[in-house]
Protein backbone atom coordinates (compact mmCIF):
# COMPACT_ATOMS: atom_id res chain seq x y z
CA UNK A 1 0.00 0.00 0.00
CA UNK A 2 2.92 2.50 0.98
CA UNK A 3 4.69 1.48 -1.89
CA UNK A 4 2.12 2.32 -4.58
CA UNK A 5 1.02 5.36 -2.96
CA UNK A 6 4.94 6.46 -2.59
CA UNK A 7 4.93 5.73 -5.91
CA UNK A 8 1.51 7.39 -7.24
CA UNK A 9 2.63 10.50 -5.49
CA UNK A 10 6.18 10.82 -7.02
CA UNK A 11 4.33 10.41 -10.43
CA UNK A 12 1.81 12.97 -9.64
CA UNK A 13 4.54 15.46 -8.30
CA UNK A 14 7.14 14.86 -11.76
CA UNK A 15 3.62 15.58 -14.09
CA UNK A 16 2.60 18.72 -11.69
CA UNK A 17 6.23 20.33 -12.20
CA UNK A 18 6.56 19.71 -15.81
CA UNK A 19 2.61 20.19 -16.77
CA UNK A 20 3.19 23.68 -15.40
CA UNK A 21 7.07 24.57 -16.62
CA UNK A 22 4.94 24.09 -20.16
CA UNK A 23 1.95 25.83 -19.32
CA UNK A 24 3.82 29.01 -17.73
CA UNK A 25 6.56 28.67 -20.69
CA UNK A 26 3.82 29.14 -23.24
CA UNK A 27 1.59 31.94 -21.80
CA UNK A 28 5.16 34.14 -21.37
CA UNK A 29 7.09 32.74 -24.65
CA UNK A 30 3.42 33.94 -27.00
CA UNK A 31 2.65 36.84 -24.27
CA UNK A 32 1.79 39.91 -26.96
CA UNK A 33 4.10 41.71 -24.84
CA UNK A 34 7.18 39.70 -26.00
CA UNK A 35 10.75 40.39 -25.43
CA UNK A 36 10.84 41.66 -29.31
CA UNK A 37 7.70 43.96 -28.53
CA UNK A 38 8.77 45.31 -25.85
CA UNK A 39 12.30 46.01 -27.10
CA UNK A 40 10.69 47.45 -29.96
CA UNK A 41 8.09 49.99 -27.80
CA UNK A 42 11.16 51.29 -26.16
CA UNK A 43 12.72 53.09 -29.52
CA UNK A 44 10.83 55.58 -30.56
CA UNK A 45 9.66 55.96 -33.71
CA UNK A 46 11.97 58.43 -34.91
CA UNK A 47 14.84 56.40 -33.87
CA UNK A 48 13.84 53.66 -35.57
CA UNK A 49 13.85 55.75 -38.68
CA UNK A 50 17.02 57.09 -38.14
CA UNK A 51 18.79 54.02 -38.45
CA UNK A 52 20.34 54.19 -41.94
CA UNK A 53 23.06 52.20 -41.70
CA UNK A 54 21.51 48.75 -43.29
CA UNK A 55 24.10 46.49 -40.96
CA UNK A 56 23.14 48.32 -38.00
CA UNK A 57 19.11 47.83 -39.02
CA UNK A 58 19.72 44.27 -40.35
CA UNK A 59 21.96 43.45 -36.99
CA UNK A 60 18.89 44.57 -34.77
CA UNK A 61 16.34 42.47 -36.97
CA UNK A 62 18.12 39.25 -36.67
CA UNK A 63 18.43 40.10 -32.76
CA UNK A 64 14.79 40.40 -32.44
CA UNK A 65 14.30 37.39 -34.57
CA UNK A 66 15.77 35.48 -31.98
CA UNK A 67 13.57 36.44 -29.37
CA UNK A 68 10.14 35.91 -31.55
CA UNK A 69 8.53 32.60 -30.85
CA UNK A 70 9.25 30.46 -34.01
CA UNK A 71 8.98 26.95 -35.07
CA UNK A 72 6.98 24.13 -34.12
CA UNK A 73 5.64 25.39 -30.17
CA UNK A 74 5.86 21.35 -29.17
CA UNK A 75 9.61 20.76 -30.19
CA UNK A 76 10.11 24.66 -28.94
CA UNK A 77 8.51 23.18 -25.97
CA UNK A 78 10.15 19.96 -25.47
CA UNK A 79 13.73 21.92 -26.34
CA UNK A 80 12.64 24.06 -23.45
CA UNK A 81 12.15 20.97 -20.79
CA UNK A 82 15.07 19.13 -21.96
CA UNK A 83 17.18 22.16 -21.46
CA UNK A 84 15.86 22.29 -17.90
CA UNK A 85 16.33 18.88 -17.20
CA UNK A 86 20.17 19.90 -18.05
CA UNK A 87 20.17 22.70 -15.26
CA UNK A 88 20.01 24.99 -18.33
CA UNK A 89 17.10 27.89 -17.90
CA UNK A 90 18.18 29.78 -20.73
CA UNK A 91 20.34 33.45 -20.83
CA UNK A 92 19.11 36.47 -19.71
CA UNK A 93 17.94 38.85 -22.70
CA UNK A 94 19.37 42.45 -19.68
CA UNK A 95 22.23 41.32 -18.08
CA UNK A 96 22.98 38.41 -20.63
CA UNK A 97 24.39 36.04 -18.11
CA UNK A 98 22.67 32.23 -17.50
CA UNK A 99 19.64 32.73 -15.39
CA UNK A 100 21.17 29.85 -13.01
CA UNK A 101 24.02 32.22 -12.20
CA UNK A 102 21.03 35.08 -11.46
CA UNK A 103 19.29 32.89 -9.65
CA UNK A 104 22.41 31.52 -7.84
CA UNK A 105 23.62 35.03 -6.30
CA UNK A 106 20.33 35.93 -5.33
CA UNK A 107 18.25 33.04 -3.29
CA UNK A 108 20.93 32.75 -0.69
CA UNK A 109 20.14 36.05 0.65
CA UNK A 110 16.16 35.78 0.10
CA UNK A 111 16.19 32.37 1.79
CA UNK A 112 18.01 34.01 4.98
CA UNK A 113 15.52 36.87 5.15
CA UNK A 114 12.52 34.87 4.63
CA UNK A 115 13.05 31.45 6.66
CA UNK A 116 14.29 33.54 9.49
CA UNK A 117 11.31 35.12 9.18
CA UNK A 118 9.01 32.36 8.84
CA UNK A 119 10.63 30.21 11.42
CA UNK A 120 10.86 33.06 14.38
CA UNK A 121 7.15 33.84 13.52
CA UNK A 122 5.94 30.27 13.26
CA UNK A 123 6.90 29.42 16.62
CA UNK A 124 6.07 32.85 18.26
CA UNK A 125 2.86 32.87 16.22
CA UNK A 126 1.61 29.13 17.64
CA UNK A 127 2.56 29.83 21.17
CA UNK A 128 0.48 32.90 21.54
CA UNK A 129 -2.03 31.52 19.83
CA UNK A 130 -2.26 28.88 21.85
CA UNK A 131 -2.48 31.77 25.24
CA UNK A 132 -5.03 33.64 23.20
CA UNK A 133 -7.00 29.70 22.96
CA UNK A 134 -6.77 29.08 26.68
CA UNK A 135 -7.65 32.21 27.10
CA UNK A 136 -10.27 33.15 25.15
CA UNK A 137 -13.26 35.34 26.06
CA UNK A 138 -10.81 37.41 28.46
CA UNK A 139 -9.46 40.64 27.85
CA UNK A 140 -6.01 39.44 27.04
CA UNK A 141 -7.01 37.61 24.58
CA UNK A 142 -9.64 40.26 22.81
CA UNK A 143 -6.74 42.92 22.75
CA UNK A 144 -4.07 40.09 21.37
CA UNK A 145 -7.00 39.20 19.06
CA UNK A 146 -7.61 42.56 17.58
CA UNK A 147 -4.07 43.73 17.32
CA UNK A 148 -2.93 40.61 15.36
CA UNK A 149 -6.33 41.20 13.20
CA UNK A 150 -5.27 44.79 12.60
CA UNK A 151 -1.57 43.65 11.73
CA UNK A 152 -2.80 41.09 9.61
CA UNK A 153 -4.93 43.63 7.73
CA UNK A 154 -2.02 45.64 6.78
CA UNK A 155 -0.84 45.11 3.64
CA UNK A 156 2.92 44.38 3.50
CA UNK A 157 4.51 47.13 1.34
CA UNK A 158 2.27 49.40 3.61
CA UNK A 159 4.19 48.05 6.54
CA UNK A 160 7.51 48.25 4.65
CA UNK A 161 7.36 51.73 3.79
CA UNK A 162 6.85 52.72 7.18
CA UNK A 163 9.56 50.76 9.09
CA UNK A 164 11.62 52.19 5.92
CA UNK A 165 10.74 55.98 6.54
CA UNK A 166 10.01 55.85 10.52
CA UNK A 167 13.04 54.04 11.41
CA UNK A 168 15.32 54.00 8.21
CA UNK A 169 15.26 57.75 7.03
CA UNK A 170 13.77 59.62 10.20
CA UNK A 171 15.58 58.19 13.12
CA UNK A 172 18.49 56.35 10.94
CA UNK A 173 18.47 53.28 13.45
CA UNK A 174 18.50 51.18 10.46
CA UNK A 175 19.92 51.35 6.75
CA UNK A 176 17.98 52.19 3.98
CA UNK A 177 18.31 49.45 2.12
CA UNK A 178 21.10 47.00 0.37
CA UNK A 179 22.61 43.47 2.15
CA UNK A 180 25.60 44.81 3.50
CA UNK A 181 27.79 48.07 3.66
CA UNK A 182 30.10 48.90 1.22
CA UNK A 183 33.11 49.34 3.68
CA UNK A 184 33.21 45.55 4.54
CA UNK A 185 34.60 42.26 2.79
CA UNK A 186 32.29 39.93 2.14
CA UNK A 187 33.17 36.74 3.51
CA UNK A 188 33.36 34.51 6.72
CA UNK A 189 34.03 37.54 9.08
CA UNK A 190 32.58 39.52 12.09
CA UNK A 191 31.82 43.04 10.11
CA UNK A 192 30.70 40.91 7.47
CA UNK A 193 27.83 38.68 9.16
CA UNK A 194 27.28 42.19 11.20
CA UNK A 195 26.89 44.21 8.66
CA UNK A 196 24.57 41.22 6.89
CA UNK A 197 22.18 41.34 10.11
CA UNK A 198 21.91 45.05 10.56
CA UNK A 199 20.88 45.30 7.56
CA UNK A 200 18.67 42.39 7.22
CA UNK A 201 16.89 43.23 10.55
CA UNK A 202 14.14 45.79 8.78
CA UNK A 203 13.21 43.27 5.87
CA UNK A 204 12.67 39.83 9.11
CA UNK A 205 11.00 42.53 11.68
CA UNK A 206 8.26 43.10 8.67
CA UNK A 207 7.62 39.46 7.49
CA UNK A 208 7.68 38.29 10.85
CA UNK A 209 5.43 40.61 12.51
CA UNK A 210 2.88 39.79 9.34
CA UNK A 211 3.56 36.27 9.66
CA UNK A 212 2.82 35.93 13.07
CA UNK A 213 -0.31 37.64 13.18
CA UNK A 214 -1.47 34.76 11.25
CA UNK A 215 0.00 31.71 12.91
CA UNK A 216 -1.46 33.35 15.98
CA UNK A 217 -5.04 33.72 14.70
CA UNK A 218 -4.92 30.24 12.84
CA UNK A 219 -3.52 28.76 16.08
CA UNK A 220 -5.81 30.29 18.67
CA UNK A 221 -8.87 28.93 16.44
CA UNK A 222 -7.25 25.36 16.41
CA UNK A 223 -6.96 25.55 20.06
CA UNK A 224 -10.41 26.67 21.03
CA UNK A 225 -11.69 23.98 18.45
CA UNK A 226 -9.44 21.01 20.12
CA UNK A 227 -10.28 22.44 23.72
CA UNK A 228 -13.69 21.23 22.69
CA UNK A 229 -13.01 17.81 22.22
CA UNK A 230 -13.81 14.29 24.54
CA UNK A 231 -10.40 13.15 24.79
CA UNK A 232 -9.36 16.08 26.56
CA UNK A 233 -12.43 16.42 28.70
CA UNK A 234 -11.35 12.66 29.13
CA UNK A 235 -8.03 13.48 29.77
CA UNK A 236 -9.12 16.27 32.77
CA UNK A 237 -11.55 13.50 34.32
CA UNK A 238 -8.42 11.63 34.50
CA UNK A 239 -6.79 13.69 36.60
CA UNK A 240 -3.88 14.50 34.11
CA UNK A 241 -1.33 16.81 35.02
CA UNK A 242 -2.47 20.41 33.07
CA UNK A 243 0.89 21.13 31.62
CA UNK A 244 0.79 17.05 29.44
CA UNK A 245 -2.77 18.34 28.50
CA UNK A 246 -1.68 21.74 26.78
CA UNK A 247 1.31 20.45 25.45
CA UNK A 248 0.50 16.42 24.28
CA UNK A 249 -3.32 16.96 23.87
CA UNK A 250 -4.24 20.24 22.87
CA UNK A 251 -0.60 21.80 21.35
CA UNK A 252 0.29 18.91 19.74
CA UNK A 253 -2.77 18.48 17.84
CA UNK A 254 -3.78 21.98 17.39
CA UNK A 255 -0.61 22.51 15.76
CA UNK A 256 -1.38 19.52 13.07
CA UNK A 257 -3.11 21.84 10.66
CA UNK A 258 -0.12 24.49 10.33
CA UNK A 259 2.68 22.23 9.84
CA UNK A 260 1.48 21.74 5.97
CA UNK A 261 0.89 25.43 5.69
CA UNK A 262 4.40 25.89 7.47
CA UNK A 263 6.19 23.61 4.69
CA UNK A 264 4.21 25.22 1.71
CA UNK A 265 5.07 28.84 3.20
CA UNK A 266 8.56 27.72 3.26
CA UNK A 267 8.74 26.33 -0.42
CA UNK A 268 6.95 29.80 -1.74
CA UNK A 269 9.72 31.31 0.29
CA UNK A 270 12.21 30.76 -2.40
CA UNK A 271 10.50 33.16 -5.05
CA UNK A 272 11.30 35.61 -2.41
CA UNK A 273 8.63 38.50 -1.38
CA UNK A 274 8.66 40.70 -4.20
CA UNK A 275 7.34 44.02 -2.32
CA UNK A 276 9.53 43.40 0.17
CA UNK A 277 12.60 43.21 -1.44
CA UNK A 278 11.69 45.95 -3.60
CA UNK A 279 11.28 48.10 -1.13
CA UNK A 280 14.27 47.90 0.91
CA UNK A 281 16.48 47.30 -2.25
CA UNK A 282 17.09 43.59 -1.37
CA UNK A 283 19.17 41.55 -3.57
CA UNK A 284 17.38 38.43 -3.54
CA UNK A 285 14.95 36.79 -5.78
CA UNK A 286 11.99 39.02 -5.36
CA UNK A 287 14.04 42.12 -6.14
CA UNK A 288 15.34 39.90 -9.39
CA UNK A 289 11.52 38.93 -10.70
CA UNK A 290 10.11 42.09 -10.58
CA UNK A 291 13.20 43.63 -12.27
CA UNK A 292 12.37 41.35 -14.97
CA UNK A 293 8.83 41.56 -15.07
CA UNK A 294 9.42 45.05 -15.38
CA UNK A 295 12.03 44.54 -18.20
CA UNK A 296 9.99 41.73 -19.30
CA UNK A 297 13.17 39.51 -19.58
CA UNK A 298 11.48 36.36 -19.50
CA UNK A 299 13.39 33.82 -19.29
CA UNK A 300 14.77 35.34 -15.75
CA UNK A 301 11.08 34.93 -15.28
CA UNK A 302 10.88 31.56 -16.29
CA UNK A 303 13.92 30.56 -14.50
CA UNK A 304 12.47 32.07 -10.99
CA UNK A 305 8.62 30.53 -11.45
CA UNK A 306 9.99 27.08 -12.14
CA UNK A 307 12.06 26.91 -8.66
CA UNK A 308 9.06 28.21 -7.09
CA UNK A 309 6.66 25.40 -8.88
CA UNK A 310 9.81 22.90 -7.54
CA UNK A 311 9.77 24.31 -4.27
CA UNK A 312 5.95 23.75 -3.49
CA UNK A 313 5.68 20.78 -5.11
CA UNK A 314 8.67 18.54 -3.82
CA UNK A 315 7.43 20.51 0.09
CA UNK A 316 4.35 19.46 0.12
CA UNK A 317 5.44 15.80 -0.96
CA UNK A 318 7.57 16.16 2.31
CA UNK A 319 4.37 17.29 4.04
CA UNK A 320 2.44 14.10 3.09
CA UNK A 321 5.35 12.08 4.28
CA UNK A 322 6.08 13.57 7.27
CA UNK A 323 2.71 14.15 8.22
CA UNK A 324 2.19 10.50 9.37
CA UNK A 325 4.81 11.11 11.84
CA UNK A 326 3.80 14.03 14.23
CA UNK A 327 -0.18 12.20 13.56
CA UNK A 328 0.01 8.72 14.15
CA UNK A 329 -3.85 8.42 13.32
CA UNK A 330 -2.90 9.59 9.80
CA UNK A 331 -1.33 5.96 8.06
CA UNK A 332 0.45 7.04 4.64
CA UNK A 333 -1.29 6.07 1.56
CA UNK A 334 -4.51 7.50 3.22
Do not use: C
Not at 228 to 241: C, K, L, N, S
Request: charged fraction near 10%; avoid cysteine; aromatic fraction near 12%.
Amino acid sequence: MMKTWLIRRVIMSIVTILATIIFTWALLEFSPTSPANYILSQISPSALSSIRSAEIYTSLEQYLETLRPHGNPVIQALTYLGNFLHGNLGVSIVYEVPVTTLIANALPWTLFVIVTSVIISFFIGIRAGEIMGYKRGTKKDSTLLMTFITIRAIPIYILGTLFLFFLGYELHIFPSGGAYSVNVTPGFNFPFIESVLYHATLPILTLTLINLAGWAIHMRANTIYTLREDYVDFAETRGVMDKIIESKYVGRNSILPLYTSLIITLGFSFGGSVFLEEIFSYPGVGLLLYNSIMNNDYPVEMGILVIIVLAVVIGVFLADLTYSLLDPRVKMGD
